[in-house]
T-cell receptor
Framework: EAQVTQNPRYLITVTGKKLTVTCSQNMNHEYMSWYRQDPGLGLRQIYYSMNVEVTDKGDVPEGYKVSRKEKRNFPLILESPSPNQTSLYFC?????????????FGQGTRLTVV | DAKTTQPNSMESNEEEPVHLPCNHS???????IHWYRQLPSQGPEYVIHGLTSNVNNRMASLAIAEDRKSSTLILHRATLRDAAVYYC????????????FGKGITLSVRP
């Protein structure tokens, strides 16, 4: 079954404590990206990756890092989380550079930073 | 990014057809029209996409205006499970073919 898997699904952490949200896809997609979803603001892209070792900023990259060492994995790293990063996060994957393919999304990670 | 405009909400009765409109007057020639939906507490889910011609799949139909400045997602028989936020998105062919989500339209289905 084609899927994007995120872990953890729920996370409560304290300000400043580094954390990593993992994302893995089993469709051999080159393109992966991270979004955050906030009430009234919709889904906004944080970072994206066109392939292994190729990453770039999306619309709201401040406070986040990513890495792409393997095609299937695209972890989101918060080096020093702050309360304004409390949000619902989604990872997505698809074929890159082609507007006529569907994107697959993970189930989401609800992060609370206190 | 070219923008889309959707009504905030719509109601439907179960087992009746639903037509969800979307305006995209600034669409460019290489933009694909995508529809995704988000069920409560889940990630967005692909519904359908098209470029110029009408499209059908097992979930829905997509009717695209001849000038491509508007489109309509058609659910042929709404079920309670179809209650969700539906997003109309223009996806371009480029290095970062990201999905730019607007507010979407909230569909409610009455039993």
């Amino acid at each position: 079954e084609a899927q994007v898997t995120q872990n953890p699904r729920y996370l409560i952490t304290v300000t400043g404590k580094k954390l990593t949200v993992t994302c893995s896809q089993n469709m051999n997609h080159e393109y992966m990206s991270w979004y955050r979803q906030d009430p009234g603001l919709g889904l906004r892209q944080i970072y994206y990756s066109m392939n292994v070792e190729v990453t770039d900023k999306g619309d709201v990259p401040e406070g986040y890092k990513v890495s792409r060492k393997e095609k299937r994995n695209f972890p989101l790293i918060l080096e020093s989380p702050s309360p304004n990063q409390t949000s619902l996060y989604f990872c997505a994957s698809s074929t890159p550079g082609v507007g006529n393919t569907e994107a697959f999304f993970g189930q989401g990670t609800r992060l609370t930073v206190v | 990014d070219a923008k889309t405009t959707q009504p905030n909400s719509m109601e439907s009765n179960e087992e009746e057809p639903v037509h969800l409109p979307c305006n995209h007057s600034t669409i460019s020639g290489t933009d694909y029209i995508h529809w995704y939906r988000q069920l409560p507490s889940q990630g967005p889910e692909y519904v359908i996409h098209g470029l110029t011609s009408n499209v059908n799949n097992r979930m829905a139909s997509l009717a695209i205006a001849e000038d491509r400045k508007s489109s309509t997602l058609i659910l042929h028989r709404a079920t309670l499970r179809d209650a969700a936020v539906y997003y109309c998105i223009l996806r371009y062919t480029g290095a970062n073919s990201k999905l730019t989500f607007g507010k979407g339209i909230t569909l409610s289905v009455r039993p």
